[in-house]
């Protein structure tokens, strides 16, 4: 009698601790799925990141480029003159100014 009172409290042992591995195992599982989930999304969102970035850098090298041709083209004498002229009002000495004649 005895012993079949410790086989069944052997039994009911064994079967709690299957149960408690099992339930430790299924919480384990669902903490790497949720933190699975949580990194995809973060990946993504680092993803879009770097290609918004990768966009500003061709855009600030293309700027770039078109200062670099901007800062030639302000040293040339055509640039000077077309100045002196726009702004300035600035004559060639070949050049004639003509004026209307308001009646």
């Keep these: 009698m ?3 009172k410790a086989h069944r409290k052997k039994n ?3 079967s709690a ?3 408690g591995l099992l339930l430790m195992v299924g919480i384990i599982a669902g903490t790497i ?3 699975e989930n949580d990194m995809r999304k973060q990946e993504q969102t680092y993803i879009q990141k770097e290609e918004s970035l990768k966009r500003d850098i061709a855009q600030e090298e293309n700027r770039t480029a078109n200062l670099k041709e901007k800062k ?3 040293t040339t004498d055509k640039y000077i003159k077309e100045v002196a ?3 300035l009002g600035l004559l060639s000495p ?4 003509l004026k209307e004649k308001n009646n």
Excluded at 94 to 97: G, S
Aim: aromatic residues 4%.
């Design 2 to 4: 005895k012993e079949k």
């Design 12 to 14: 009911l042992n064994s």
């Design 17 to 19: 601790t299957m149960i």
């Design 33 to 35: 799925v949720t933190n």
């Design 72 to 74: 030639k083209y302000v």
């Design 85 to 87: 002229k726009d702004k």
């Design 94 to 97: 070949d050049e004639i100014l």
